[in-house]
């Protein structure tokens, strides 16, 4: 059924256009850094105007101040990264179906521990979220759920004697609920969270296959498996919320696919979670150019309807509970320009992100589209389009400048399906690729999260 859009035949034409494609996205990368360092010369507004590394979040590491950036799991890591290349391929495409996914799934997980433990278990996991501003901080002076949802908005707004930390202020009240009940379930403290994040989001390295093969394409949603396990966003994924929430929304999008190709009452089911992905961020509400992609190219209607009462149930749920999502978001706009939002100028950042958003999704982000726009139109074209209109959308609105390698994750991981239409002759180039790049990334910067 699928065979009519597998990858191209390869070219020497066509591989040449492929390494310029996945050169312009290094060069995007280079050019962002350049603009940083003349846009905000001698760090003068501070690291947290820009980005100590610029563009991406973080700092370049300083001799005798910082952890080394290498440890026993830059081996483990490295020696897992040459057996995906090497054997990721084959195995995606032997593997019976099934199987493929919980390979999928357990290279994903062991794809992102490797990255985050080269900092070692305190810095690289346990640590991450429990700095001042996350979410942990927070949790145990949450003692009523009640009394927390009816009074969120309330304390969104800054330079106020209750207001919230910067990640809970910053987002519906889901994303702290998470770490409140798991807290209450006695799984507390930042190591567990940390788990948490990666376990959740290893699981976008099999909902985004099972939505290409939902949507009639097993041949490339195979194809894409090695692309998703070596995924250079996992350097974010683990760990930090956004991690999580790329896992939650991936799988809500992959139940909508399976009732909008079969059973109606997996679409009800994505519609929930879906729901429920808006109350962990604001800008998640952009997956919906990825869920009508979705349902276009299944072209049933009644899988949309369904869905979209799913996700009303829990907005409406939030709201009987005293959180109403339009207030939250209005309140989350005039936080963010109470901060250094307003010194971090529109015009650098309005393709700055996409640079950071292109160390996420790794140079492949290139020549995959690339592909992907000349293939013949596909279930996973369509897709790819969805993607590409909410990374756009949340681009252009100004409110996501800077830290978009992580804010983005939902998305980016998305376009790196469009691996799948790359020619098989030279997929293991690009996959080494991906892994040279989050490698590079992890080791040689000290990332935020």
């Known amino acids: 059924m699928s065979a009519l859009v597998s990858a191209p035949p390869a070219t020497r034409h066509g591989h040449r256009a492929d390494v310029v494609a996945g050169c312009v996205v290094v060069l995007l990368v280079a050019a962002a850094v350049a603009g940083c360092l003349w846009w905000n010369p001698g760090r003068r507004l501070g690291p947290g105007a820009f980005a100590g590394a610029g563009p991406r979040f973080g700092e370049w590491p300083v001799l005798g101040t910082l952890l080394p950036h290498a440890g026993p799991a830059t081996v483990t890591t490295v020696l897992f990264a040459v057996a995906v290349v090497f054997y990721g391929p084959g195995l995606a495409e032997r593997l019976p179906w099934h199987r493929a996914l919980a390979a999928a799934y357990g290279g994903a997980v062991a794809w992102t521990f490797s990255l985050a433990l080269i900092d070692g278990w305190q810095t690289g996991i346990a640590g991450r979220l429990t700095a001042s501003g996350e979410y942990l901080a927070e949790v145990p002076h949450i003692t009523d759920i009640g009394v927390m949802l009816r009074t969120f908005t309330g304390r969104i707004l800054d330079f106020q004697p209750d207001s919230w930390p910067t990640h809970v202020s910053g987002h519906p009240p889901a994303a702290t609920l998470v770490f409140v009940w798991l807290d209450r379930i006695g799984l507390g403290g930042g190591g567990i969270a940390g788990v948490v994040c990666i376990l959740a989001g290893a699981a976008a390295a099999v909902a985004v296959p099972v939505t290409i093969s939902a949507l009639g394409h097993r041949d490339l949603a195979r194809a894409a498996i090695p692309f998703l396990v070596l995924f250079p966003g996992a350097v974010w994924v683990g760990v930090s919320a956004d991690g999580l929430f790329t896992g939650v929304t991936t799988t809500g999008i992959a139940l909508l696919a399976l009732g909008a190709t079969g059973r109606l009452a997996w679409a009800v089911a994505g519609g929930v979670v879906l729901g429920f992905g808006i109350f962990l961020s604001y800008g998640l509400v952009l997956l ?6 979705v349902v276009l190219a299944a072209r049933r209607w009644a899988a949309l309807a369904l869905a979209l009462a799913g996700a009303l149930a829990v907005v ?43 160390l996420a ?80 990334v992890n080791s040689i910067l000290v990332t935020n999260w």
Not at 288 to 293: E, F, H, K, P, T
Not at 329 to 344: K, P
Not at 397 to 417: D, H, M, Q, T
Not at 418 to 433: D, E, G, I, T
């Open 288 to 293: 919906g150019a990825i869920a009508l992609a």
């Open 316 to 358: 409406l749920v939030f709201a009987a509970a005293g959180f109403w999502w339009p207030a939250g978001y209005h309140l989350v706009v005039e936080r963010y320009y109470q901060g250094i939002a307003t010194q971090r100028p529109y015009g650098y950042w309005v393709w700055a992100d996409l640079a950071c958003l292109a």
């Open 361 to 440: 999704t790794g140079p492949v982000a290139g020549p995959g589209l690339r592909r992907a726009w000349l293939s013949r139109r596909t279930g996973l074209t369509a897709v790819l389009a969805g993607a590409a209109v909410a990374v756009l959308a949340s681009d252009v609105s100004g409110l996501s400048k800077a830290e978009v390698e992580r804010i983005w994750l939902p998305f980016g991981v998305w376009l790196v399906a469009a691996a799948a239409f790359l020619p098989c002759s030279s997929r293991r180039w690009w996959l080494a690729a991906q892994a040279v790049t989050a490698l590079a």
